[in-house]
């Protein structure tokens, strides 16, 4: 049997994971950013990285020179990598995972490899435990405890993915098993599950079809050449390993019966148990294929909204069902109106080249231009964030020319200038008052010093809050998913101070981030905060993250009239307005 090509992703996958080894053996920062390009550019190309390969175009890859062609090549013909192997002589590949650990950096893990040969989690864990990290160079009690507290959260991240990769590989899946099942066997198929329910990271792929020949679907599911493993297979399901190594499950049904399966393996599992419960009460249960009567009859239900209406409940949105009061809120009439992508007028804080962002101004607002934007603010970093080249007053002055000249050319868009100013370790900001108050709009966020204790990072985040100059907080637990816990904040406390002092509260709607948190979501909008919807875009596609953070507060309940940049221009600037109305 003919061995599959490597995919982007599997090939992107692998020069990431050169660019860690090195990270962690200490090699010159340019050769590994060199790999981490390369993985980049090639996880996002545009067709098969195989037809470069095979149509002799890899230099035309970005970031793609002579020595990492000439890997690539070699992995296409032998499925080996001889660079990759010697690597991992000396430093084995499971090495990467640690520097998922906060406090864990390529430098420290170096040091615990060689020191004490620890390579996994697990071993870390067992070492803080018994008190031998803080002996090691570059560590401490502190250090230490640090790692202890950030392990024990990591265990229930493994095995996930963002949902933005989730749903990338769901639409490959569908997009295969259409073609090779065919229109005339596949009526339809969508994604379920938590994905449906867009959490922020999943599990796996959950894949409902509805067809006229179940068995069918199933049969052509397995044939796809994404898989690598067939778990479990049968005439109406199949779970498989896919070459990525996530897992996919499919279920298929008769069209007739596609409501209540769409519905039953959406989920969640607690919500559903209330449906269950609701159909008990009428006299009906309740399964994957619609109701059955007392006297053995069936109701089969071809759409989501049957389901519902059986139970006497408008349809709940997937982002909902959580059983976390939806029930309760549908019986009575009282289902939140939730927002939509339609209905965000503007994007507040977008990155140029003038900091760390990919594109000039003028590009930026271009792409807000194509997307309908009425209004983008642009919010490059303040000084004080080391790793990035952050604005003084005077390329801030020079900026706002510049934003004023591409402010002349259109009259179909209003560009604003913004600046994300570092909140610093004593809760000061990194600009002064008088370049604070020169600003259009100011997002202050935290990046560093994360791992300060509870009571001292809230302090730190409540004096920005309640800095009258700052309009929104932006990112407010600083946390990136599967890969940095948030702060330890006094959330109850933070989100209080902003719906006192009518301080915006961002959702950050870049995939590793979705932060606020969906439940700190439900909870300030429960409290009367001010919610913005951002994308964080450092390039023009990234203005599309947006949806992510729609889906997020989605999850928290937030309606439009939550969300401050639904709202056009004068009402926004008003509201921003500490203590404005609106």
Not at 177 to 187: H, I, K, M, S
Not at 190 to 219: F, I, K, Q, W, Y
Not at 232 to 239: C, D, L, M, Q, V
Not at 298 to 325: K, S, T
Request: hydrophobic content about 40%.
């Amino acid at each position: 049997m003919a061995r599959r090509p490597l995919s982007n992703r599997d090939v992107a996958r692998i020069f990431s994971d050169i660019a860690a080894l090195l990270d962690i053996k200490g090699e010159n920062r340019y050769r590994v950013l060199a790999y981490r390009r390369a993985a980049e550019a090639i996880e996002h190309l545009d067709q098969e990285l195989y037809r470069y390969w095979q149509e002799g175009r890899l230099r035309e890859i970005p970031h793609v020179g002579d020595a990492i062609a000439q890997k690539i090549d070699e992995l296409f013909r032998t499925g080996r990598l001889t660079f990759l192997e010697r690597l991992e002589a000396e430093y084995p590949r499971h090495l990467v995972e640690l520097l998922r650990v906060p406090d864990l950096g390529p430098r420290r893990v170096r040091t615990l490899y060689r020191e004490l040969g620890i390579a996994t989690p697990e071993e870390v864990a067992r070492a803080a435990r018994a008190g031998q990290l803080r002996r090691l160079p570059g560590f401490g009690p502190k250090v230490e405890a640090n790692i202890l507290r950030a392990l024990e959260r990591l265990p229930r991240d493994q095995g996930r993915v963002l949902l933005s990769r989730a749903l990338e590989v769901a639409s490959e899946l569908l997009e295969a098993l259409r073609a090779a099942a065919g229109a005339d066997v596949l009526v339809r198929a969508e994604v379920a599950g938590s994905l449906r329910r867009r959490r922020a990271t999943v599990g796996d792929v959950d894949l409902v079809a509805a067809s006229p020949a179940p068995e069918e679907v199933v049969a052509a599911f397995v044939r796809l050449p994404h898989v690598a493993e067939v778990r479990k297979a049968g005439p109406t399901r199949a779970s498989v390993r896919l070459h990525n190594g996530l897992r996919a499950d499919l279920r298929a049904v008769r069209p007739e019966q596609w409501g209540a399966a769409w519905q039953y393996f959406t989920g969640s599992q607690a919500h559903n148990v209330r449906l269950r419960e609701l159909a008990l009460g009428r006299g009906l249960s309740l399964n994957e294929y619609g109701f059955r009567r007392e006297d053995g009859t069936e109701v089969p239900c071809a759409r989501e909204a049957e389901v519902y209406a059986r139970l006497g409940l408008p349809w709940i949105p997937p982002e909902l069902r959580e059983d976390r009061g939806e029930i309760e809120a549908g019986l009575e009439g009282q289902l939140p109106a939730l927002v939509s992508l339609e209905d965000i007028r503007g994007d507040l804080h977008v990155h140029t080249v003038w900091s760390d962002g990919r594109l000039t101004v003028e590009a930026m607002v271009q792409a807000a231009r194509a997307r309908g934007y009425e209004y983008i603010v642009i919010t490059d970093h303040s000084t004080g964030l080391g790793v990035v080249r952050g604005l003084d007053p005077e390329r801030l002055r020079r900026q706002r020319e510049e934003i004023q000249a591409v402010n002349a050319r259109y009259d179909d868009i209003t560009v604003l200038q913004g600046a994300e100013v570092e909140i610093m370790a004593d809760g000061t900001l990194a600009y002064p008052d008088e370049v604070l108050a020169s600003l259009d709009v100011v997002v202050a966020s935290l990046h560093t010093g994360l791992r300060q204790p509870r009571a001292q990072i809230t302090r730190r985040l409540l004096a920005a809050i309640r800095h009258p100059l700052v309009h929104i907080v932006g990112h407010p637990t600083g946390r990136l998913l599967l890969r940095r816990a948030g702060a330890d904040l006094e959330m109850e406390a933070v989100l209080r101070a902003a719906a006192e002092t009518g301080t915006a509260l961002e959702i950050n709607a870049s995939p590793e981030r979705l932060d606020l948190d969906a439940r700190h979501v439900r909870r300030a909008v429960e409290l009367g905060c001010r919610l913005v919807i951002n994308s964080d875009a450092h390039r023009d596609e990234e203005l599309d993250n947006v949806r992510y953070g729609v889906w997020q507060a989605r999850r928290g309940w937030a309606e439009a009239r939550h969300i401050l940049n639904t709202r056009p221009l004068p009402a926004l600037l008003a509201a921003l307005r500490v203590g404005g109305e609106g």
